[in-house]
């Protein structure tokens, strides 16, 4: 059985912290913070135990903020000097997942001290990405902290460059939302496009997510980005593009399809098929596709499939699943299949009764089937 992810924030790395804040600052009352980063520790969640430990930190180091910070940064190893993943604190000093607690610290304290604070934080995301501290000063001091992102664009470490994005992301997976920039992302463009020709594919695809979490909210500002900066783009931007566009590509959006030369209604017939027609909770439904063009021309098609899930309710909710990206040739009879499985997931219930399927080709639905889930 594979160790708890948990159990990457554990006793050694605690006991590691101390060590090297004592040797940053030798006042560090480290077994004081030890005792209190420790109790308790294991029977907490991993976001839990960052948050504990940023609560020893809090309690062990020097009010005055830019002290604080100074010690904090003392103890970090040497920044990182290529895009590779894999921080972890050593002999040279702190990186790796106790740049969470730290992160939180300099969020939690920094707030008084902004511009000091986001300093801090360059040099964390260094040794441990930043990307959720950064979060509490966008929504309290939002004009400087874009303006630093923004500068801090072009800086020489692709691990801050990758941070400016990441972190001003405005549903940034596990942090904290930035509704100012759910509500308009247009403070983030500049930066956005000073980055996605950026020589790291790690900082482009945080461009790439940083767009597709834009495309939820307003699709028309990524239609656009698309229709300026696909033509003539390189495979490298070209990638990033794709990977910005998936959300809206499965969305049938019809700007963003006809970017991409995928804009066209099927040219010819589909027929959808379900195989068994009564199906249980863990088993697999089996998709069987026709289509066949009409057409004196080659076909570019998107094809992907719409499970309209039973809600309690009686309703139903719709979740599109990717199928099959094909070039069809003129009069091209063509048959496609998928298992898709019913096993149960965290982030889903099943309810028996009626599951519609429809099949979409370029954002259209030319089929349609029904099976039928049993308890």
């Avoid at 020489?156 to 549903?171: F, K, L, M, Q, Y």
């Avoid at 954002?363 to 089937?369: L, Q, R, S």
Wanted: glycine share 8%.
């Amino acid at each position: 059985m594979p160790e708890p992810f948990k159990n990457l924030i554990n006793a050694a790395l605690v006991q590691a912290c101390g060590q090297h804040l004592r040797r940053a600052w030798p006042g560090f009352d480290r077994r004081g913070f030890e005792a209190r980063a420790l109790g308790g520790l294991d029977a907490l969640e991993m976001k839990a135990r960052a948050m504990h430990i940023a609560d020893a930190l809090e309690a062990t180091l020097p009010e005055d903020f830019d002290r604080a910070a100074g010690i904090i940064e003392r103890a970090l190893a040497p920044p990182a000097t290529d895009d590779r993943l894999g921080f972890a604190t050593s002999e040279a000093g702190l990186a790796g997942w106790i740049g969470w607690p730290l992160g939180e610290f300099i969020a939690r304290r920094g707030q008084s001290e902004p511009e000091r604070a986001l300093l801090a934080l360059r040099e964390l995301t260094q040794r441990f990405t930043s990307e959720f501290a950064v979060r509490p000063f966008l929504q309290n001091h939002f004009a400087l902290t874009i303006t630093r992102l923004r500068a801090w664009s072009s800086d020489a470490s692709p691990h801050v460059r990758r941070w400016t994005s990441e972190g001003s992301r405005p549903r940034l997976p596990w942090g904290l939302q930035v509704k100012s920039l759910i509500v308009d992302p247009s403070p983030t463009l500049p930066l956005l496009a000073s980055l996605q020709d950026d020589p790291s594919e790690y900082v482009r695809r945080s461009v790439a997510n940083h767009l597709n979490d834009i495309a939820r909210d307003h699709p028309a500002v990524v239609a656009e980005w698309l229709e300026t900066y696909l033509p003539d783009a390189g495979a490298e931007r070209t990638a990033l593009l794709r990977h910005a566009s998936r959300t809206l590509v499965k969305r049938g959006d019809r700007r963003v399809l006809k970017a991409w030369g995928l804009g066209g209604r099927l040219a010819g017939t589909a027929s959808l098929a379900l195989t068994p027609g009564r199906v249980s909770v863990g088993e697999s439904v089996q998709l069987k596709v026709t289509i066949a063009s009409d057409s004196r021309r080659r076909q570019d098609l998107v094809i992907d499939y719409v499970v309209h899930h039973l809600k309690a309710n009686g309703g139903t909710s719709p979740k599109v699943f990717k199928g099959w990206t094909l070039a069809l040739a003129p009069g091209e009879t063509r048959q496609l299949s998928r298992s898709h499985s019913l096993r149960p997931v965290t982030t889903r219930r099943y309810y028996p009764g009626l599951h519609r399927i429809e099949l979409k080709a370029n954002g259209t639905v030319v089929a349609e089937a029904c099976f039928t889930l049993c308890s």
